[in-house]
T-cell receptor, first 113, second 113 residues
Framework: GDSVTQMEGPVTLSEEAFLTINCTYT??????LFWYVQYPGEGLQLLLK?????DKGSNKGFEATYRKETTSFHLEKGSVQVSDSAVYFC????????????FGTGTRLLVSP | NAGVTQTPKFQVLKTGQSMTLQCAQD?????MYWYRQDPGMGLRLIYY???????DKGEVPNGYNVSRLNKREFSLRLESAAPSQTSVYFC????????????FGPGTRLLVL
């Protein structure tokens, strides 16, 4: 079945460092790909998404490119802030009709001043 | 727009007690979901309702029941709570198409003693 694999955390960085969180997937067909973020004590919220190969999703300085050849959707940010400390989830969905989302296990990011 | 609301925010139960978690959305979404979140396990889907009038089991349905009361409301019932059901429960909703974003509620923290 479909699955998502994320790098283990926590990822610990200093403010203004470069961030990469790896995400790879296994799926049939052409899924949509998502990054969700969960701030402490809150529910998940969409950070960005891409619905077809080579698409780049971006939001709040974060970017991820849908790479079908490597089945990857790595999350990047050029300069992290303390306020980016959160748990980040990679997820995949279908591209037609209704299909449940499949989530990765999440990666905790800790940014220190 | 309140988005997705959940009640209660926090609940303590004794083993064997029952309770219902309430969820409502005001975005006119067709699909609704119940997840549980446990440390190191990410999000696991308990039940979902692709559209009003339908419900289906997710990854971890045992010990739970759901009711899609109308398009807005989707409740989760624990008939006889067990300590293994101690978790944080999230409700989410989305449009019918799998490319669409899921919107999450703030969560219910449940402790079963």
């Amino acid at each position: 079945g479909d699955s998502v694999t994320q790098m283990e955390g926590p990822v610990t960085l200093s403010e203004e460092a470069f961030l990469t969180i790896n995400c790879t997937y296994t799926a049939t067909g052409y899924p949509s790909l998502f990054w969700y973020v969960q701030y402490p004590g809150e529910g998940l919220q969409l950070l960005l998404k891409a619905t077809k190969a080579d698409d780049k999703g971006s939001n709040k300085g974060f970017e991820a490119t849908y790479r079908k050849e490597t089945t990857s959707f790595h999350l990047e940010k050029g300069s992290v802030q303390v306020s980016d400390s959160a748990v980040y989830f990679c997820a995949l969905g279908g591209n037609t009709g209704f299909q449940k989302l499949v989530f990765g296990t999440g990666t905790r990011l800790l940014v220190s001043p | 727009n309140a988005g997705v609301t959940q009640t209660p925010k926090f609940q303590v139960l004794k083993t064997g007690q029952s309770m219902t978690l309430q969820c409502a959305q005001d975005m006119n979404h067709n699909s609704m979901y119940w997840y549980r979140q446990d440390p190191g396990m990410g999000l696991r889907l308990i039940y979902y309702s692709a559209s009003e009038g339908t419900t289906d089991k997710g990854e971890v349905p045992n010990g739970y029941n759901v009711s899609r009361l109308n398009k807005r409301e989707f409740s989760l019932r624990l008939e006889s709570a067990a300590p293994s059901q101690t978790s944080v429960y999230f409700c989410a909703s989305s449009g019918l198409h799998s490319q669409e974003t899921q919107y999450f509620g703030p969560g219910t923290r449940l402790l079963v003693l």
